[in-house]
């Protein structure tokens, strides 16, 4: 079975657009989701280590040289697969903690996350991570089943609990209502039946000259 075939029957996982099928997530080995799983060691096994100074020069240079491969084979943002991998847990990204989609609907959706040292606040969550985790179930809501694009207008986290590493978390989101260009969400995080933290959040609807490339106008 070629490599496509093993990560989704519906996705073409090396040619990714930014229409966001919004199912739930699936296990993958491909060559791109072994290369994710990698950076992601790295994150983790870095926040853990407490190497000497040589051991620390040497690994530097090592990652320097991946990274210099790794520009080789830079792309546009339109182009690249990290984000829009969408039928993996985190989307194929490293930044936020891999959320795992596991119920969808039009109004709701279901995932879980389980969070390591990397995104530690001291033996707990960061509490700069939760709104990180709200904001990717609740945007991929807003914006799934063929919604046209919205962004982030506001996003409010109420901390109930800290949240503790190494384990899983349940990770809920509602679609409240829409009321013109304006899309209301409400989200939910628990550890167990523990209520770790929720969300409240608004999503505006773009107009045609909002969906530019704002980071290209901004270096003319």
Not at 92 to 104: S, Y
Not at 154 to 182: I, M, N, S
């Amino acid at each position: 079975m070629d490599v496509l075939n093993r990560a989704s029957s519906s996705i073409d996982v090396w040619d990714p657009n930014w229409d966001d099928p919004f199912t739930p997530t699936a296990e993958a080995d491909d060559e791109f989701a072994e290369l994710v799983a990698a950076v992601r060691a790295v994150q983790e096994a870095f926040t853990r280590s407490r190497p000497d100074p040589a051991t620390a020069s040497a690994i530097a240079g090592k990652i320097r040289s991946v990274a210099t491969e790794l520009e080789e084979h830079e792309v546009g943002e339109d182009d690249q697969i990290p984000g829009r991998r969408w039928d993996l847990a985190g989307r194929g990204q490293a930044l936020a903690p891999p959320l795992h989609l596991d119920e969808v609907t039009e109004t709701t959706a279901r995932g879980r996350v389980t969070v390591g040292r990397f995104h530690s606040g001291r033996y707990a969550m960061n509490g700069g991570v939760t709104p990180l985790i709200f904001d990717e179930i609740m945007a991929r809501l807003a914006n799934g089943f063929g919604r046209p694009w919205a962004r982030t207008a506001y996003l409010h986290v109420d901390f109930r609990t800290p949240a503790p590493l190494h384990v899983e978390l349940r990770v809920e989101a509602e679609f409240v209502r829409q009321d013109g260009r304006k899309r209301f969400m409400r989200g939910a995080m628990y550890h167990g039946d523990t209520l770790v933290a929720e969300a409240d959040g608004l999503w505006v609807e773009l107009k045609p000259e909002q969906t530019l490339n704002i980071s290209e106008r901004g270096t003319e």
